[in-house]
């Protein structure tokens, strides 16, 4: 019993202090490859995918693990234990500009991820929206607001099949629960947030529970985009002038409030 303790002990620190596999020192700053999660540096793995990436003809979308050999989508670091940040392998080597869509409004609302709401929830009344069956009114905004939310959670251009995706579970939800069900409305809103959360946790993991949270608050203002923003900012105490448009936002004003974040990629070059 002692020896195998002993042996299982040793196991243990020997697997904690394993070198990075590239440069063969300890490892700084923890990176994974999706899906085998062998473990590089951070920095090591990055610049291996991109001297890979580099060598082909046009942006591949995987590259091969230098342990395993299985095609790896992308890398993952910066875990915290409730959320992570993410290098898709094919944008390794794009440039900047191919980030162009991510403007300006998609960095407000990433920001609102890091923020606590206080009582909106009160502000735009959910629990009336809930009673006057609201939910059964489709919002003409919200496929907008989710294509941009979406964008700005997973930082990438093209989510369409996931809103397309959200949408047609909402409508199947609501087309089982007429404005004349008496059933309760508190089991309601727990099936529709159970239901959209199945639907965006495959696509935005630990982020999944506070963006149904945010959809309600969206769906029960009633307002379009631009509206909900601007009392969206108000109640936070975010003073930057119109967030939504290029060329108007005045950075430094009220920058202390709440810390600025920027676009997670590397390769963004945009530190506004």
């Known amino acids: 019993m002692g020896e195998e303790g002993t042996e299982r002990g040793a196991s243990s620190s020997e697997v904690m202090s394993s070198p990075c596999p590239i440069c063969l020192n300890p490892i700084t700053q923890d990176a994974f490859l999706d899906p085998c999660f062998h473990k590089f540096c951070y920095n090591c793995i990055l610049q291996w995918a991109k001297v890979v990436a580099s060598k082909h003809s046009c942006q591949p979308s995987s590259i091969k693990c230098p342990l395993c050999k299985m095609d790896s989508f992308s890398i993952i670091y910066g875990h915290d234990g409730i959320s992570f940040q993410q290098h898709h392998i094919n944008h390794i080597n794009q440039e900047p500009s191919t980030r162009a869509f991510f403007s300006r409004a998609h960095k407000f609302r990433l920001r609102c991820y890091y923020t606590e709401p206080g009582n909106l929830s009160e502000t735009f009344n959910l629990s009336r929206y809930w009673k006057s069956h609201k939910y059964c009114q489709p919002s003409r905004w919200l496929q907008s607001w989710l294509k941009r939310e979406i964008q700005s959670l997973v930082q990438e251009e093209d989510v369409d099949v996931i809103v397309h995706h959200i949408l047609g579970v909402i409508d199947a939800l609501c087309k089982r629960y007429e404005p004349r069900h008496q059933g309760s409305l508190e089991k309601l809103r727990r099936e529709f947030k159970n239901v959209v959360s199945a639907a965006a946790r495959p696509f935005l993991t630990a982020r999944t529970d506070r963006f149904v949270d945010e959809m309600e608050l969206f769906m029960g203002s009633g307002l379009n985009i631009d509206?909900?923003?601007?009392?969206?900012?108000?109640?936070?105490?975010?003073?930057?002038?119109?967030?939504?448009?290029?060329?108007?936002?005045?950075?430094?004003?009220?920058?202390?409030?709440?810390?600025?974040?920027?676009?997670?990629?590397?390769?963004?070059?945009d530190p506004d």
Do not use: C
């Open 227 to 269: 509206a909900y923003d601007d009392v969206y900012m108000q109640h936070m105490g975010w003073k930057t002038p119109e967030v939504t448009n290029e060329g108007n936002e005045n950075p430094n004003r009220n920058a202390s409030l709440v810390p600025y974040l920027y676009i997670f990629d590397e390769d963004s070059d």
